[in-house]
């Protein structure tokens, strides 16, 4: 059974930081992997997705990678603003049923002034 | 192009009654999904939908949850009876086979059970 794990839970930088989240999973058999942005009280936006055969995916100040034989994936974000305050979750589609997302519970990031 | 649409988006009830959630994806897209998320954890899925069937519900709670998704296109998730550990968002997502499956998710709906 896959498991995604996300570390830190929780981070707040301040403003004009570059930072890295990280996201790791148990099994390297996957299909792609997605990152998403939750606002509170809001549904998921995708950021990012990144095929199993790609090594990285960029969208503006945003850069995910992904490490397949290592289970791992990092989502960085350059020169932090305020408005990227939000819930960051990794989700990973196996092989098997493409289609189907295992999330992990997030990391929760506050951008202050 | 619009996005995935769901009602209501908060719903309050009394425990031991039905509530329902209707979702309707973005276009063209045939794949549906409905997932519960749990203050401070990731959404789980509840039941995967490829065009009218249900392929994939090993997860949804079949004794008081039901789904249907008629014509392929809008879906409706229900409970009945709620119970208090029902209390959750409940989102609904749709992808593309071709767009690689890449998952687009609607406001959800908070329900709160008392």
């Known amino acids: 059974k896959q498991e995604v794990t996300q570390i830190p839970a929780a981070l707040s930088v301040p403003e004009g930081e570059n930072l890295v989240l990280n996201c790791s999973f148990t099994?390297?058999?996957?299909?792609?992997l997605q990152w998403f942005r939750q606002d509170p009280g809001k549904g998921l936006t995708s950021l990012l997705l990144?095929?199993?055969?790609?090594r990285e995916q960029t969208s503006g100040r945003l850069n995910a990678s992904l490490d397949k034989s290592s289970g791992r994936s990092t989502l960085y974000i350059a020169a932090s603003q305020p408005g990227d305050s939000a819930t960051y979750l990794c989700?990973?589609?196996?092989?098997?049923?493409?289609?189907?997302?295992?999330f992990g519970t997030g990391t929760r990031l506050q951008v202050t002034l | 192009e619009a996005g995935v649409v769901q009602s209501p988006r908060y719903k309050i009830i009394e425990k031991k009654q039905p509530v329902a959630f209707w979702c309707n994806p973005i276009?063209?897209?045939?794949?549906l999904y409905w997932y519960r998320q749990n203050l401070g954890q990731g959404p789980e899925l509840l039941i995967r939908?490829?065009?009218?069937?249900?392929?994939?519900d090993s997860q949804l709670p079949k004794d008081r949850f039901s789904a249907e998704r008629l014509k392929g296109v809008d879906s409706t998730l229900k409970i009945q009876p709620a119970e208090l550990g029902d209390s959750a968002v409940y989102l609904c997502?749709?992808?593309?086979?071709?767009?690689?499956?890449?998952?687009?998710f609607g406001p959800g709906t908070r329900l709160t059970v008392t």
């Open positions: 997502a749709s992808s593309f086979q071709r767009e690689l499956y890449e998952q687009y």
């Open positions: 099994d390297s058999a996957i299909y792609n």
């Open positions: 990144i095929q199993s055969s790609q």
């Open positions: 989700a990973v589609a196996g092989t098997g049923t493409a289609s189907k997302l295992t």
């Open positions: 276009s063209g897209h045939n794949t």
């Open positions: 939908y490829e065009n009218e069937e249900a392929v994939d």
